[in-house]
């Protein structure tokens, strides 16, 4: 069993950056792939980045070149900076686990979930 944490969003404007963090607990951290997943109003969620056990990332085409997820095996945290952000990146963003080595990108292949936290971008 995971617990995860989330905290880091707000408001903010158009090219501002937000670092949202993801603090976890329950046992050795370091065996679960960790993932960024985001939902609009009115729209499925969809996959943000993903981190492995040995810190390989991978990336939806939208946030490439923008946001970079990161992890801290020793605190338990992973982070998810978030620069140039745009008004069509207002979601709420959500931090998961599951166990596993790979960069798994399917919300249903996920077992624990945050609480979430809102992310909103003005023009």
């Known amino acids: 069993q995971v617990q995860l944490v989330e905290s880091g969003g707000g408001l903010v404007q158009a090219g501002d950056s937000l670092r949202l963090s993801c603090a976890a607990s329950?046992?050795?951290?370091?065996?679960?792939?960790m993932s960024w997943f985001r939902q609009a109003p009115g729209k499925e969620r969809e996959f943000v980045a993903t981190?492995?056990?040995?810190?390989?990332?991978d990336y939806a085409d939208s946030v490439k070149g923008r946001f970079t997820i990161s992890r801290d095996n020793v605190k338990n945290t992973v982070y998810l900076q978030m620069n140039n952000l745009q008004p069509e990146d207002t979601a709420v963003y959500y931090c998961?686990?599951?166990?596993?080595?790979?960069?798994?990108?399917?919300?249903?292949?996920?077992?624990?979930w945050g609480q979430g936290t809102q992310v909103t971008v003005s023009s």
């Open positions: 981190i492995t056990w040995n810190s390989r990332p």
């Open positions: 998961s686990a599951r166990i596993g080595t790979y960069k798994y990108r399917r919300d249903d292949e996920y077992d624990y």
């Open positions: 329950g046992r050795t951290f370091s065996a679960y792939t």
